[in-house]
């Protein structure tokens, strides 16, 4: 089969495009053709070497979208020929994939691959920091920052879905904030032309948001909490600045804010379970038409070099999407 692999740590041209085997499955997992998969900047991170332990060669890409061709004797839940999204368990830039059974789920017939394909990391994300980290209740405001990335725009139509009265998105390039906008959020802060605390301030009455979702760290988490309503929740999820995030013990107790966490990828390993209502969910959304996926760019998967470079130049808006059926048909 056709795969990216990445050889050693490093930029962009480290990535090859090769022939290698097709996978092989244990009794707890699904063999994958893969139609599609989504490009995530944690992919970037990979490649770097900072995320994961980098057993090399490996293959980047958290989440697919395909039809299940092998299942394993101890998944009865799936079968072949279902049209499926998943989590694979070594990589998704590939013609095939394997992944076990519990995170993979059959995606309903109205919802096509490049939706699907787009759809797993963001969109379980997405609901799992709001519905069960944040614990949203109805009418709360939520400042998102990244607003215009595949989790930002995400995020702010599930926001709204679970009751958001208003909601506030930080961009760093002006040219994003009608992505944003577009998706749903009633204002958009350009976070490098203004004090973004000072702006949600004003717009809050000075009241400050009950929710902030943070996958910049550093600065923005300080300037965050100088935002952050009483009894409000902060929930930070990235670190794509590179950059720590302080804030003092006493920002928190007597004002009964929380600084929460959460990792989509350590819940993948340590509680896959959970995921299977997170997913039941979610689906039901894209199935009723309430939940879009923005996608903002296609390539073929021996193109995924020059999708690494966009994710990586911050100019890239909505999900990028690798063409894997299409390129190889």
Not at 26 to 50: C, F, M
Not at 91 to 103: D, M, R, T
Not at 182 to 188: I, L, N, P, S
């Amino acid at each position: 089969m056709k795969a990216i692999i990445v050889p050693e740590f490093g930029a962009t041209e480290v990535m090859q495009y090769v022939e290698i085997e097709t996978p092989k499955i244990k009794p707890s997992q699904v063999l994958i053709r893969v139609e599609k998969t989504s490009v995530n900047y944690a992919d970037v991170k990979a490649r770097y070497g900072n995320k994961g332990k980098g057993n090399f060669p490996f293959i980047p890409g958290l989440d697919t979208s395909g039809v299940i061709v092998e299942v394993g004797a101890e998944v009865n839940h799936l079968q072949p020929g279902q049209r499926v999204i998943a989590f694979p368990a070594n990589g998704s830039y590939a013609e095939f994939v394997v992944a076990e059974g519990i995170l993979t789920y059959e995606i309903p017939d109205s919802m096509d691959f490049t939706t699907a394909a787009a759809c797993p990391t963001v969109s379980f994300l997405s609901y799992k920091l709001l519905a069960d980290i944040a614990r949203i209740e109805q009418g709360e405001t939520i400042l998102i920052h990244s607003a215009a990335g595949g989790v930002g725009t995400t995020a702010i139509q599930v926001a709204r879905l679970l009751g958001a009265s208003k909601i506030i998105g930080t961009v760093g390039d002006e040219n994003k904030a009608s992505v944003a906008l577009k998706a749903g959020a009633d204002h958009v802060i350009c976070y490098n032309n203004d004090d973004f605390s000072r702006k949600v301030n004003e717009l809050t009455d000075n009241q400050g948001v009950d929710i902030v979702l943070d996958s910049i760290a550093g600065e923005i988490t300080a300037q965050s909490l100088t935002c952050l309503a009483p009894y409000g929740r902060l929930v930070q999820f990235g670190n794509s600045s590179g950059s720590v995030g302080n804030f003092k013990t006493s920002d928190l107790h007597s004002s009964c804010r929380s600084v929460l966490g959460f990792s989509l990828g350590t819940t993948r390993k340590k509680r896959p379970e959970t995921l299977q209502s997170t997913a039941k969910e979610v689906l039901k959304l894209f199935s009723e038409g309430k939940l879009k996926m923005e996608v903002g760019h296609h390539y073929p998967l021996e193109a995924a070099i020059t999708a690494h470079k966009l994710i990586e130049s911050r100019l890239s808006t909505g999900k990028i999407i690798l063409d894997v059926r299409d390129s190889l048909s």
